[in-house]
């Protein structure tokens, strides 16, 4: 004989699973214009460091490391190019890093170096490019706000390829990695420019879509959480409902069993009663038999799709087994007080109130002692449960409450909770002669 054994896939490790959960909850949109203002702050801080600061004929070509110690102690024009230039390079890099946050700033700072230029007579290939990375880094974010770095970047390129200078020297060198490199002239230093300007229109559409794709997605996948939170909201409180529903079936039906017992055989049981009063009595017990059938086609179409059977419900005198069974499972309860006798609606409300209290405490406070003190005074019974919990916990109540609010209040009660000083308070009360 074989046997078919289900094939079912191997559960994910622990770690597997809070990864996910982890990088589910994380902000793609804003991680996306981390990354990238990382990425591009680094292509400016290295293209920077290839690029050899120096004074024609007064240096030679250096890196700018070499330049900057040879200059330290040169004459003051060398020392002041070194330092400007450096300053003016690594602004680029700031303005980069600023963009996440503050892109006007971030605007401002990258364009400060060409600002310079007349100090030290050239412009630095990095600080172009810090420009234009700090158009696609607000692209990924704020689309409109990237337009104008981008522009300002195509600008500078169109005016330097264009041979626009400055300084007034005739033609301004700007030193890219290889040394100094000079603008062409006329209509092919115009194209040049326009493709440095076209190249960044690139770059800046690509960031804007994949923003634009992360945020949707997130704000796809907000929506859904929230849906599906309310779909168990609602689920958990139409369920209490149906349970409710079924429960105060089985009170209520007894009691208007009783009523057509009772009335149809008060005739037997007095002969000599008036044929109008067994006549009524007759009718009594139609109506309690209709009002009877009627409760159960009501509650067979609130019941759709659960098969509990109905059975005996417990009451108040069943408490002190529901604390024994907590405190065999290990957790901690005291008990004070006590309840008169109560009537089967009330006391089965009450025994459920305190099985959700005393879930609701192992389940989100599991080490903490609880203490329930049970209480009937004026009319009104009722008890107070209280444990101890963590400071983030808020009072707010969760669905097993939900659905005890639901219980309580069909009965003209209420129930209470807070946070107090570290202590979660639960308070039921029910009127005495609630039906």
Known sequence: MTSAVADHPAPAPPAVVWLADRWRRVDHAALLTRV??????????????????FLPDAVGSSSWAEALVRQGWASSDEHRFGLVATCAGLLGVVAVLLA??????????????????????????????????VAVVVATSRPIVALVPWAAAGAIGV????????????????????????????PAGVEAGL???????????????????????????????????????????????????????????????????????????VPDLDPRAAQAFACIADDARTALAELRHVLTVLRRGDDAPLGPLSGASDVPA???????????????????????GVGHVLHRAVQEGLSNARRHAPD????????????????????????????????GLTGMRER????????ATEVDDGTFVLVVTLPLDAP
């Not at 971030?106 to 600002?115: E, G, H, Y």
């Not at 939170?229 to 409180?237: I, K, N, P, T, V």
């Not at 309580?408 to 129930?415: K, M, P, R």
Request: aromatic residues 6%.
């Open 195 to 269: 493709g440095l300007a076209a190249y960044a229109a690139g770059a800046l559409g690509v960031a804007a879509w994949l923003g634009h794709a992360l945020r949707t997605a997130a704000a796809r996948t907000r929506q859904a959480v929230i849906a599906a939170d309310d779909a168990r909201a609602e689920s958990a409180l139409v369920a209490e409902r149906t349970r409710l529903a079924r429960e105060l079936h089985d009170v209520v039906a007894h009691h208007v069993s009783l009523v057509a017992v009772r009335a149809e055989s008060t005739p037997y049981g």
């Open 322 to 344: 529901l604390v024994a069974a907590a405190r065999g499972a290990g957790q901690d309860v005291t008990v004070e007080g006590g309840w008169p006798d109560l009537a089967g």
């Open 408 to 415: 309580v209040e069909a009965l003209g009660g209420s129930v």
């Open 36 to 53: 990238t203002a990382l990425t591009l702050a680094l292509a400016v801080a290295v293209l920077l460091a290839g690029t050899p600061l």
């Open 159 to 186: 005016a330097w390829a264009h041979g626009f200078d400055p300084t007034g020297r005739g033609g301004m060198a700007a030193l890219f990695p290889h040394g100094p490199g000079y603008p062409s002239t006329g």
């Open 100 to 133: 996440v946050r503050l892109p006007w700033l971030a605007t401002v700072v990258a364009l400060v170096p060409f600002a310079l230029v007349p100090l030290y007579g050239t412009a630095l290939a990095s600080s172009w490019l810090a420009v234009a990375a």
């Open 368 to 399: 903490a002692a609880v203490r329930l003190v049970l209480a009937a005074d004026g009319g009104v019974v009722g008890f107070r449960m209280s444990n101890a919990v963590s400071v983030s916990a808020t009072g707010v109540p969760a669905h």
